[in-house]
């Protein structure tokens, strides 16, 4: 079965923390992971991906990745009340088609 | 710029009376993906095109069709929407061979009265 889970918050932080957000997976042999930001009514934008264990760092982001744990996660440093948004989770799994699959989201509220 | 291009942004259709929804992209990408999003969902895949092989997800309704007569474009028939169907549809694209990252159009919000 093929489940990605995230917790659908909200998440509330103030204006310059770090706000972190989880995803579990639930294929344990899924091999490629995706962070997308969707602003309400808008769709999803691409804002990080990872492929191997560890941190990935771009800009005030970074997606940590644990495979063994199964589970992938956002930092947003410095957060600014633009990044109030959902952010969706989203998985290859090893079997199929490269499709992706997809949390149902985390929404993020940053407080100024 | 390259982007995914999504027309009409906003459709209104009657219970029953078909309507088509359409993608082009300009990244080249030999992929594209239709999905349905409904409010506090996550997007669900409903097919895909692999340069042209279609590929049709398993519990997608059969009142869901697509077409693509070329790499550019992209269509989503909907042959007798019903109140269940209204949504926003997502076109993606991917450059399969180099990357798996899937880039979104701007949606289709389709309201069915």
């Known amino acids: 079965q093929k489940e990605v889970e995230q917790n659908s918050g909200p998440l509330s932080v103030p204006e310059g923390a770090i706000a972190s957000l989880n995803c579990t997976y639930s294929d344990r042999g899924s091999q490629s992971f995706f962070w997308y930001r969707q602003y309400s009514g808008k769709s999803p934008e691409l804002i990080m991906f990872?492929?191997?264990?560890g941190d990935k760092e771009d800009g005030r982001f970074t997606a940590q990745l644990n495979k063994a744990s199964q589970y992938v996660s956002l930092l947003i440093r410095d957060s600014q009340p633009s990044d109030s948004a959902t952010y969706l989770c989203a998985v290859i799994p090893q079997t199929g088609a490269n499709n992706l699959f997809f949390g149902t989201g985390t929404r993020l509220t940053v407080i100024p | 710029d390259a982007m995914v291009i999504q027309n009409p942004r906003y459709q209104v259709t009657q219970f029953g009376k078909p309507v088509t929804l359409s993608c082009s992209q300009t990244l080249n990408h030999n992929v594209m993906y239709w999905y349905q999003q409904k409010s506090s969902q996550a997007p669900k895949l409903l097919f895909h095109y692999y340069d042209k092989d279609f590929n049709n997800e398993a519990d997608t309704p059969d009142n869901f069709q697509s077409r693509r007569p070329n790499t550019s474009f992209c269509f989503l028939d909907i042959r007798s929407p019903g109140l269940g169907d209204a949504a926003m549809y997502l076109c993606?694209?991917?450059?399969?061979?180099?990357?798996?990252?899937?880039?979104f159009g701007p949606g289709t919000r389709l309201t069915v009265t």
């Open positions: 993606a694209t991917r450059r399969a061979g180099s990357s798996y990252e899937q880039y």
């Open positions: 990872i492929y191997s264990n």
